[in-house]
C-alpha cells in the first residue's frame, strides 16, 4: 500500500482513494461537490451595503466598477474576433466563386439553369415525412 503523503488525507490505490487509515471508498462517497453559493438579492445588496461603512461602501462600488468595465471590454473583444473570423471565413470563400472556382456555376449568370423548366424548380419543393 503507498504512504500517504502527510498533508494528504487520500492516497490512490487500484483506482480508489484510501484514508489513511486504509478504509476505502468511492469517489462519490468521500468527495461531493461543495454546497450552491447563495446569491443575494438586490434588496438583500441594498440592506447589507447599509451596514457597512462609507469607505467600504466605496470599496465595493471601485471593484463593481471594475467588473463592469472588464465584462465590457471583454464583450468588445470578442465582437472585434468574431468580425475579424467572419471577415477571413469570407475572404477565404471568394476564390469559390470566383471563374474556375467549384461554385462559380451556381451563381454565374452566366451558368445554365439547374432545372429543365420553370414548373420543374416549383415542383422541387423539399419533402417531408411529416
Known sequence: MPIPQSNSLFVEQAGKP???NGAR?????TFSPPPPEKTMTKTE???????LTAEERLEIIETASRM???EIEE???RKVERKRR???AAEAAVPLYEP?????DLWSPDSEPYFDS???YLNAGVETNA
Open 118 to 120: 420553370e414548373e420543374e
Open 75 to 77: 464583450k468588445a473583444q
Open 18 to 20: 484510501v484514508l489513511e
Open 68 to 70: 463592469m468595465r472588464e
Open 100 to 104: 474556375g472556382g467549384p461554385l462559380h
Open 45 to 51: 445588496i441594498l440592506a447589507a451595503l447599509k451596514n
Open 86 to 88: 467572419l471577415r477571413a
Open 25 to 29: 471508498y468511492g469517489i462519490d462517497r
